[in-house]
Nanobody, 119 residues
Framework: QVQLVESGGGLVETGGSLRLSCAAS????????MGWFRQAPGKEREFVAA????????YYADSVKGRFTISRDNAKNTVYLQMNNLEPEDTAVYYC????????????WGQGTQVTVSS
């Protein structure tokens, strides 16, 4: 079993920045992918960003390209999401996810952390 613990959400004004963290523990894999999804009120959960652990290859949703940066710390088994130039449309609960591949990234989920961007 894998445990994912997120932190770093909060309230920020438009144009501000936040950094989310997600620490993984438990079962280990020879290779895996970690990332972030978000779900706004009344909307479906959507992909935000992901990173392949072994090579550090990042993937981004078009809506966050150029504003968000995903990174990892191998020693801490932690993935980060640096969010800059935040917009009210970024308001959502952000969920960390982990899977063996990008296609199966939604295997394990964190509990979610709220990000609110005020206009």
């Amino acid at each position: 079993q894998v445990q994912l613990v997120e932190s770093g959400g909060g309230l920020v004004e438009t144009g501000g920045s936040l950094r989310l963290s997600c620490a993984a523990s438990g079962r280990t894999f020879s290779s895996y992918t970690m990332g972030w999804f978000r779900q706004a009120p009344g909307k479906e959960r959507e992909f935000v960003a992901a990173i392949r652990w072994s090579r550090g290859t990042p993937y981004y949703a078009d809506s966050v390209k150029g504003r968000f940066t995903i990174s990892r710390d191998n020693a801490k088994n932690t993935v980060y999401l640096q969010m800059n130039n935040l917009e009210p449309e970024d308001t959502a609960v952000y969920y960390c996810a982990l899977g063996e591949t990008l296609a199966t990234i939604a295997t394990y989920w964190g509990q979610g952390t709220q990000v609110t961007v005020s206009s």
